[in-house]
């Protein structure tokens, strides 16, 4: 079946603009989670969802970021104002019901100049 | 903030020598998973050993986990040159279904 899908593949922009960062997850996972990963790093931990709620906003960098998820389906990351440093890949994964393993889509790689 | 630390950052070997890279974490987990990475993009699930496992295998791998000295390990046996990727350790900090914690991970080299 379809794995974990997440839009833009790529995307270029500057200083100060912002971004919309979309991820389809795998159809009835529950779970959703959003990590960033910056070059040479490991993944850093952004958000999670279950269902439509967000119990675990922790890791959100500053209050330029914001996530949603509609419908316990889509999800976007927002990224206001955005900065040289946020530059990064951008993983999204699903998990499902019951499960531990996370399933990741192929990141969404942000250049901001 | 990071919980499992990798070790060593990059490996190179020759095809057919075995692989092993070795992780270590700081809190109480409930399962220790590895990820394997191949340029920079989406993460695949290897294998997940729980917190009452010591050792577990699945085709080449054999993990091995520690609890006593918060550490483990992922063997890749008869290494192919298509396992060259980045290792990733992550565990759950004893909160099941929660956010993994990763470390930074080996970069594997593997060479014909």
């Known amino acids: 079946g379809a794995g974990v899908s997440q839009s833009p593949s790529n995307k270029v922009t500057e200083k100060g603009k912002d971004v919309e960062l979309r991820c389809d997850p795998i159809?009835?996972?529950?779970?959703l989670y959003w990590y960033r990963q910056s070059l040479g790093q490991g993944l850093e931990f952004l958000i999670y969802?279950?269902?439509?709620?967000?119990?675990?906003k922790s890791g959100l960098p500053s209050d330029r970021f914001s996530a949603e998820r509609t419908g316990g389906s889509v999800s976007t990351l927002t990224i206001q104002r955005t900065q040289q440093e946020d530059s990064a890949v951008y993983l999204c994964?699903?998990?499902?019901?019951?499960?531990?393993?996370?399933?990741f889509g192929p990141g969404t790689r942000l250049l901001v100049l | 903030s990071q919980q499992g630390e990798e070790d060593p950052q990059a490996l190179s070997i020759q095809e057919g020598e075995n692989a092993t890279m070795n992780c270590s974490y700081k809190?109480?987990?409930?399962?220790l998973q590895w990820y394997r990475q191949n340029s920079g993009r989406g993460l695949v699930h290897l294998i997940l050993?729980?917190?009452?496992?010591r050792e577990k295998h699945s085709g080449r791998l054999r993990v091995t986990l520690d609890t006593s000295k918060k550490s483990s390990s992922l063997l890749i046996t008869a290494s192919r040159a298509a396992d060259t990727a980045s290792y990733f350790c992550?565990?759950?900090?004893?909160?099941?279904?929660?956010?993994?914690?990763f470390g930074k991970g080996t970069t594997l080299s593997v060479s014909s």
């Open positions: 994964a699903s998990r499902p019901q019951g499960q531990e393993t996370q399933y």
């Open positions: 159809s009835g996972h529950t779970a």
């Open positions: 969802f279950q269902g439509n709620s967000a119990p675990d």
């Open positions: 809190t109480s987990i409930n399962n």
């Open positions: 050993i729980r917190s009452n496992e």
């Open positions: 992550a565990t759950d900090a004893n909160q099941a279904g929660t956010a993994l914690i």
